[in-house]
């Protein structure tokens, strides 16, 4: 793997002490057993949630096409890295966090088709064209990411800048009327209940939408479903 910072800038911006430690035990849990080996009866909770390799079932299923070139955008600490390197000729992870880029780095070091990126995607000057663009995890913060009056069709007007004619764009986020939610889960931006049910109310940087509003979204942008 290969750790690009050409891109890296200090706007890139910080994370709370809490998910800094997490990212330094997760680092020292790779550098110390690697992925083979890695000790799920002793690890937290929260570290578990992060490298479980079940995680990649998310896209396990589906049927990439041979030779693909895929832009993974928040690549947090390499979930579904791993599965794409292995399905596609070529994959550009793009994470903006420091530590979970090296993390990456480190954790699929040995992989030769991976680029990882370390910085905010909206500022990547890039114009390759890909085969697939997957985003999953980060499309909740879009609006603090982009300052534009119409954030979501912002970023998808990006996206497709970047996206082959006959590319597909694989997004994967929650559904704020999600049965969890209902259920009494906490809500997994705001880390409390029932705010996504009440429409982010006070909230003005996150927001997950509904399937009926990511749909609303895609027409507005004039993307084909």
């Known amino acids: 793997a290969k750790l690009n910072i050409e891109f890296m800038n200090d706007e890139i911006g910080f994370c709370s002490k809490a998910e800094d430690d997490l990212e330094k035990n997760i680092a020292g849990l790779i550098e110390t057993y690697g992925e083979a080996d890695m000790p799920w009866d002793q690890i937290s909770k929260e570290e578990f ?7 990649q079932f998310l896209l396990a299923w589906y049927p990439f096409k041979e030779g693909a070139e895929i832009l993974e955008i928040g690549g947090g600490v390499g979930a579904l890295t791993g599965l794409l390197c292995k399905r596609a000729k070529k994959v550009y992870t793009v994470e903006k966090k420091q530590n979970r880029a090296e993390i990456i780095k480190k954790r699929f070091e040995n992989i030769q088709n991976l680029e990882v990126i370390h910085d905010n995607y909206m500022n990547l000057p890039y114009r390759k064209k890909f085969d697939y663009i997957v985003i999953h995890d980060i ?39 999600g049965i969890k939610y ?25 927001y997950t939408p509904t399937k009926r509003e990511l749909e609303m979204m895609i027409e507005e942008c004039g993307l084909c479903h």
């Open 49 to 55: 949630e992060h490298l479980y390799i079940d995680r």
């Open 182 to 206: 209902f259920s009494g889960a906490i809500e997994d931006y705001s880390n409390k209940f029932f705010v996504g049910l009440d429409n982010f109310d006070g909230y003005d940087v996150i």
């Open 139 to 177: 499309f909740g913060y879009v609006k603090k990411y982009i300052g534009a009056e119409n954030p979501y069709q912002h970023f998808f007007a990006h996206l497709m800048e970047m996206l082959k004619d006959e590319g597909i764009i694989l997004l994967a986020t929650e559904n704020r009327l």
